[in-house]
């Protein structure tokens, strides 16, 4: 049901309910005033018709008194809203008033008469030679009524309909602009950001357009942005995939040949200093000099191998290459205590996940490293019960927190973080107070299989 057709609704109930009130005040009127009205006629004839039974016309010395007094109300007529009859000493009809001649011939329903015709009883006057019998008749004050209330009928009907049509067509008019609002707003559900309304004539209309239109301009603009940032998740995502794969590459180079170099140098060396007999030669210890520098050459390549692709991601998994990382960090620092806490199911991800989850606790290890000053440090890794899925990475130290001093290299190492992150759909988060440590939490969507 419109608008428009409840407004008018409305404006009829509300119309016949008026029409209904003025109605019965209207009849209540009328039923009022037509008995005060025949009342007091009644009263009248039948002082009239008293005094003319003391006159002269009617007396004890006329011939007849009948006859007088029939002749005389002949003269008289009809007496206001009342009909008399003259009866003789039998009861015998002799005269009777005429009609009225006023609306002849014309009677008002009987429903409606019975709701305002007043209920006055006849009189009967006794006279010696007879009696006379005054009935009050109502009929033609009623018949007044009926045609009044017919035509306040006709005049009120006449004007609710026009008011009604007056009402719908305002209404059709001023609701236009809404026609305008339900396609917009059905042309933005469908994705069009770029419409627009015009300007109203009725301010709530101009209002409304306005917000509207600032609404449509604003998602419009978050839009293009959201768009804008997706592109750049996916730029930052596909630069990421290639600098592993170029990682990867150069770790392999370094593994194959520069490795295989530095081991055939550490052979030969060992080769010439195993031949020399004396080992005070100066040939054989420059050929142990040799294997020395060699061997840290190897273990150099193979450090930086380990930081260019970490093997176990590709030979173990994730839980073992975390669990190494965190191996080699003990290692490189004795003085700091690094917990590892992970929970199962965690080696069931691709290589770019696997990467990133690994890309994201080195560095937040570095970080800690580099900057907290702190004595413990505390990895986590775990997979959330909510939907959908996660894989939480939560790293928590004791160190001195991003206070004021807060570098830049912290800033990069935590714009990569982010970027690794948000390349993925997760979220990151980080809580830190100057001197009570900091929690980085960052959470990834993930698919896990189910069991």
Not at 107 to 129: C, G, K, Q
Not at 319 to 324: L, P
Not at 330 to 335: A, G, K, N, T, V
Not at 364 to 379: D, I, M, P, Y
């Amino acid at each position: 049901m419109s608008l428009r057709f409840r407004v008018n609704l409305a404006i009829s109930l509300i119309g016949l309910l008026c029409i209904a009130v003025m109605t019965y005040v209207l009849i209540d009127y009328k039923r009022k005033s037509i008995g005060q009205e025949i009342e007091a006629g009644t009263r009248v004839t039948i002082q009239l018709l008293e005094s003319i039974l003391l006159s002269p016309v009617y007396t004890a010395e006329a011939p007849d008194p009948l006859a007088n007094l029939t002749q005389y109300l002949r003269s008289v007529g009809r007496v206001r809203a009342n009909e008399v009859r003259l009866y003789d000493r039998n009861n015998t009809l002799i005269y009777e008033s005429p009609p009225s001649e006023y609306k002849l011939g014309r009677w008002a329903p009987d429903w409606f008469a019975a709701l305002v015709a007043p209920n006055i009883a006849a009189v009967r006057l006794s006279l010696r030679e007879g009696s006379m019998l005054i009935t009050p008749d109502s009929s033609r004050s009623v018949l007044d009524a009926w045609d009044e209330l017919t035509r306040f009928a006709l005049f009120i009907v006449v004007f609710l309909l026009l008011l009604n049509i007056a009402v719908f067509r305002v209404l059709g008019r001023t609701m236009q602009p809404l026609k305008d609002i339900v396609v917009a707003m059905s042309d933005m559900e469908k994705g069009n950001y770029r419409v627009r309304l015009n300007s109203y004539d009725l301010p709530e209309f101009n209002a409304i357009g306005h917000t509207f239109n600032s609404m449509a301009t604003s998602l419009e603009r978050a839009l293009t942005t959201e768009r804008e940032l997706e592109q750049n998740r996916q730029l930052t995502q596909l630069i990421h995939e290639k600098l592993e794969e170029e990682r990867k590459s150069i770790a392999r180079e370094l593994h194959d040949e520069l490795g295989q170099c530095v081991t055939a140098i550490k052979t030969i060396g060992t080769a010439i200093a195993n031949r020399v007999e004396d080992k005070q030669d100066e040939t054989r210890q420059n050929a142990e000099t040799i294997v020395d520098v060699a061997s840290h050459i190897y273990d150099v390549v193979h450090s930086m191998i380990r930081q260019l692709r970490p093997s176990a991601l590709d030979n173990l998994g994730l839980s073992d290459a975390i669990t190494e990382l965190v191996s080699q960090y003990r290692r490189q620092h004795p003085l700091l205590t690094v917990e590892l806490l992970m929970g199962d199911g965690l080696d069931q991800f691709d290589e770019k996940l696997n990467i990133t989850v690994y890309r994201v606790v080195q560095e937040c290890l570095t970080n800690v490293v580099k900057h907290a000053a702190a004595s413990r440090v505390t990895v986590a890794l775990s997979l959330t019960q909510s939907t959908p899925v996660c894989l939480e990475m939560r790293v928590s130290d004791d160190g001195k927190g991003l206070g004021s001093e807060y570098s830049e290299g912290q800033r990069f190492g935590m714009l990569g973080i982010k970027e690794r992150v948000h390349a993925f759909g997760g979220d990151v988060r980080i809580e830190s107070r100057p001197d009570s440590g900091t929690l980085i939490v960052a959470t990834l969507p993930v698919m896990v299989e189910q069991p």
